[in-house]
């Protein structure tokens, strides 16, 4: 641990600074008040200052005051003053500048490692008090940050209740109608004479209600993802096979690598996993569905390939996800995991995916991040911490 001594005498100087180092501190020696307040205003390496009264410079008094002012969140110091005069007002002025001890001179080599153990206590209580206000404060945003995401949370989840029983209704009714046009039309078409503009909307038709169905069938994805993201509840968690999980989440997306071949390189031995099976197979058929999505959208005859591999880490399984379709641009990785943000075509995707994805995986302790360039492709990569035991 450095003291700071300043004292403008020689010999008092050598005195202090002999007297500390036998004492196994190490020092930091100065002249004048001036140098000991610019040091300590610049260092936060030093716990106690002895200061001289009378000094060229500043006084010692005026360090302590200037020091006291200058320096309230930063590490704990305890100021010590070196004085021979020692009147009661004297020593009043003197720690009603900030200092928290004094020495009279000549000083006593017993009374000064007294005063400085003294120091030292009062130093490291202050220390772990700061450390303790520190840890409280992170703590307190952390939790203002939580409460603040559960109360948007909980403002989407009401929202969310709202349209899906506003939507779902009228949804029903076109969807009916749609049907109940689609499967009388053509029994419609031949029992009636149509006027001769009219034939070309006749033709039309068909296709017209398949978007119609089409359209539906979109107002009830964007309704159940929205229900899906503002709810993801905290379901038990058992211990389960990594590989167990990846295998069920391709079974269930492979009629959408018809053209796509998959790699998975899982190997046998991992350690199990504790997690929400449901919940983690969702995040994986995601990312399985983005991937292929992705790739359909190259030309045809260009290898299309999706890889999964994993690799054990200390605590931790990390996932890879990788494919070689066409890569995303820097600009549009900053957004992929906010909600409602899709890189796919108007109609094609709800942009929720992602986001429900990394809430998942933050509920499970886990984290996911992606990189992307023309000769990768695009990759995912997922840090899941497996099962330790009790």
Not at 157 to 181: D, K, R
Not at 200 to 205: I, K, L, P, S
Not at 262 to 267: A, K, M, Y
Not at 319 to 342: C, D, L, Q, V
Request: net charge negative; with cysteine; aromatic share 6%.
């Amino acid at each position: 641990m450095k003291i700071l001594v300043a004292d403008d005498d020689f010999i008092s100087r050598k005195m202090l600074d002999a007297t500390l180092t036998n004492l196994g501190f190490e020092t930091v020696i100065v002249e004048d008040g001036l140098q000991a307040f610019e040091y300590l205003d610049n260092n936060d390496d030093i716990q106690i200052a002895i200061l001289d009264w009378i000094m060229p410079g500043l006084t010692g008094v005026e360090v302590c005051s200037k020091i006291r002012k200058d320096r309230k969140k930063r590490t704990p110091l305890y100021l010590i003053l070196l004085t021979s005069m020692n009147s009661s007002s004297d020593i009043v002025t003197g720690l009603d500048s900030g200092a928290d001890d004094y020495v009279i001179k000549p000083f006593n080599k017993r009374e000064l490692e007294a005063r400085i153990n003294v120091g030292l206590r009062i130093v490291n209580l202050q220390t772990k008090n700061l450390e303790y206000s520190r840890d409280m404060e992170r703590l307190a945003n952390e939790r203002a940050k939580q409460l603040a995401h559960a109360d948007r949370m909980a403002t989407i989840g009401m929202l969310t209740a709202g349209v899906a029983h506003e939507i779902n209704n009228p949804t029903t009714f076109i969807s009916i109608s749609a049907q109940t046009i689609e499967e009388n039309w053509d029994d419609f078409i031949n029992s009636v004479d149509l006027p001769k503009e009219s034939v070309y909307f006749a033709g039309e038709m068909p296709a017209m209600i398949n978007d119609i169905k089409l359209g539906v069938n979109r107002i009830k994805d964007i309704v159940m993802g929205l229900k899906t993201y503002s709810r993801i509840e905290s379901k038990e968690k058992k211990r389960i096979s990594l590989k167990k999980i990846i295998n069920q989440s391709i079974n269930f997306t492979k009629t959408r690598y018809k053209e796509i071949e998959l790699i998975s390189d899982i190997p046998e031995g991992l350690p199990e996993i504790e997690v929400n099976e449901t919940q983690i197979e969702q995040v994986f058929v995601n990312l399985l569905v983005n991937a292929a999505d992705a790739l359909n959208e190259i030309e045809e005859g260009l290898k299309k390939q999706v890889k999964i591999k994993t690799e054990l880490l200390e605590n931790h399984i990390l996932i890879s996800f990788e494919n070689n379709g066409p890569p995303i641009s820097k600009k549009k990785m900053a957004s992929i995991f906010k909600p409602f943000y899709t890189t796919k075509e108007v109609g094609k995707g709800t942009g929720l995916g992602l986001s429900i994805c990394k809430s998942i995986l933050e509920d499970h302790r886990a984290t996911i991040d992606v990189e992307s360039s023309e000769l990768i492709g695009v990759v995912f990569f997922i840090k899941l911490p497996f099962y330790i035991g009790e």
